[in-house]
């Protein structure tokens, strides 16, 4: 291997490891919003590890709650990590029932998002 190609995949390999680097809980908090068919979502992710999630329907009618999240790393190469709400309400659930929330970790385009259902948009960072 010649000098110059030994050099690019020393130089090269860092990167591609951050790339597989899990997530950590300060890179994630801040507050992430999705607009869906049902509304639109808010979650703010705290460092204390408490949320505020906040769901408006079709118009101004809000409702909001708290509880406690986590971030659960990935068990495998292949997977990506997840942020587990506990008791969360149920995205385009009617009865807005309290089910634990498994989002996926993701990056698009470079920039972080996390992901109820591979079908519907996002929930992208607000701030």
């Known amino acids: 291997m ?5 050099l690019g995949v020393i130089l090269a390999t860092p990167l591609v490891l951050a790339a597989c680097a899990p997530e950590h809980t300060s890179k994630l908090v801040g507050k992430w919003r999705v607009r869906t068919d049902c509304g639109i979502e808010e979650i703010e992710l705290r460092a204390d590890s408490t949320f505020g999630q906040g769901h408006s329907k079709r118009g101004d009618y809000f409702e909001s709650k708290e509880g406690l999240w986590s971030l659960e790393p990935a068990s495998s ?20 029932r309290s089910t634990p929330l498994r989002l996926e970790v993701n990056r698009e385009w470079g920039q972080t998002v996390l992901v109820f259902d591979p079908d519907q948009p996002r929930f992208t960072r607000v701030r």
Not at 77 to 96: G, P
Request: charged fraction near 30%; proline fraction near 0%.
């Open 77 to 96: 190469q292949r997977e990506t990590d997840h942020v587990i709400l506990a008791n969360a309400w149920n995205l385009c659930d009617e009865s807005l």
């Open 2 to 6: 010649r000098f110059k190609e030994l």
